[in-house]
């Protein structure tokens, strides 16, 4: 596995259990990292993700639900609903991955630990989010500096 790979993997690991367990990020996020340790860099990344999304969640979800009318958000599993959670937040949020590489990045966690049907339906709530890119930059950018 790639190594941001890797702290894309930590990040989301440490999301669900957040999301699951309701457990606090930093005491979970250090946990992960103990057992699988990156360098400092790579840490960081992982710091960037789970901290950047955590405040954003709700802002988060009603941008994915919006894009995946078909699925009531609650019913989206836990897994999924995280990883879509990453790869928006990365591409349109952060800014700091290009959309196909964060598009990629999704499905391949996707199909690490979703289901069966997981790396399509998120390559597909991913495509239709992919084609508001810029709307959807523009409503958290303007969101933060008001």
């Given at each position: 596995?790639?190594?941001?790979?890797?702290?894309?993997?930590?990040?989301?690991?440490?999301?669900?259990?957040v999301?699951?367990?309701?457990?606090?990020?930093?005491?979970?996020?250090?946990?992960?990292?103990?057992?699988?340790?990156?360098?400092d860099?790579?840490?960081?990344?992982?710091?960037?993700?789970?901290?950047?999304?955590?405040?954003?969640?709700?802002?988060?979800?009603?941008?994915?639900?919006?894009?995946?009318?078909?699925w009531?958000?609650?019913?989206?599993?836990?897994?999924?609903?995280?990883?879509?959670r990453?790869a928006?937040?990365?591409?349109?949020?952060?800014?700091?991955?290009?959309?196909?590489?964060?598009?990629n990045?999704?499905?391949?966690?996707?199909?690490?630990?979703?289901?069966?049907?997981?790396?399509?339906?998120?390559?597909?709530?991913?495509?239709?989010?992919?084609?508001?890119?810029?709307?959807?930059?523009?409503?958290?950018?303007?969101?933060?500096?008001?």
């Open positions: 596995m790639k190594a941001r790979t890797r702290a894309r993997s930590i990040a989301l690991q440490t999301l669900f259990e999301d699951m367990a309701d457990h606090p990020a930093v005491e979970v996020m250090q946990e992960r990292l103990e057992e699988d340790p990156l360098p860099e790579l840490a960081e990344f992982v710091r960037q993700i789970v901290f950047g999304i955590l405040p954003n969640r709700e802002r988060l979800d009603e941008v994915i639900a919006r894009c995946a009318p078909e009531p958000f609650d019913q989206i599993a836990a897994i999924d609903r995280n990883i879509l990453i928006v937040w990365e591409f349109a949020v952060a800014d700091l991955t290009p959309l196909k590489v964060a598009i990045e999704a499905v391949e966690l996707a199909k690490k630990y979703g289901s069966d049907s997981a790396p399509r339906f998120v390559n597909g709530v991913l495509g239709t989010l992919a084609e508001r890119e810029n709307d959807i930059r523009q409503s958290f950018h303007q969101k933060t500096v008001e």
